[in-house]
């Protein structure tokens, strides 16, 4: 019934067998709905599960922070983009991921180091500490 309603809105009318035909007039044969891609809206990128853990030496200063990320929809690092400033790690796959993280300590961006495990689907960073900035540690006293 919603066919012959829809074949009447476009102007196609039944054949001698029944079948339909289009407003041009010829008999419509095969399947009378036609499938069509649906135009998918892009998923929002999820957060992925990640573990921040901060390794001391053995005076309890920190030395780096380390980062577990899995990302089990993801097959090669290529696929990931990494941004690493002094306070915050951003990791974002394309319509898959998004993470953004502020650290508790600077860190030092230029050591910092990313590796991405194929077969566990994990990226690990290493991210160790900044060394204190030379001019913020002076305590200057006026004369």
């Known amino acids: 019934m919603c066919v012959k309603n829809f074949f009447s809105l476009q102007g196609a009318t039944e054949g001698p ?13 095969g399947v009378l709905i036609e499938e069509i891609s649906s135009t998918e809206l892009p998923r929002k990128p999820s957060s992925p599960a990640y573990k921040m853990v901060t390794v001391w030496d053995a005076n309890r200063e ?3 922070i ?12 290529s696929e990931c983009d990494l941004s690493v400033s ?22 030092d961006e ?3 180091t990313a590796v991405f495990n194929k077969t566990k689907r994990v990226l690990f960073i290493s991210a160790p500490l900044a060394k204190p900035d030379s001019h913020s540690a002076q305590l200057l006293v006026p004369d």
Request: charged fraction near 40%.
């Open 17 to 29: 067998e029944g079948g339909r035909r289009d407003p041009g007039g010829t008999e419509a044969k």
């Open 110 to 112: 230029e050591t910092t």
């Open 62 to 64: 920190w030395l780096k």
């Open 86 to 107: 002094k306070d915050d790690i951003i990791i974002e796959v394309p319509e898959k991921y998004k993470l953004q993280l502020d650290l508790p300590e600077r860190v």
């Open 66 to 77: 380390m980062l577990r990320i899995e990302l089990p929809h993801v097959s090669s690092a």
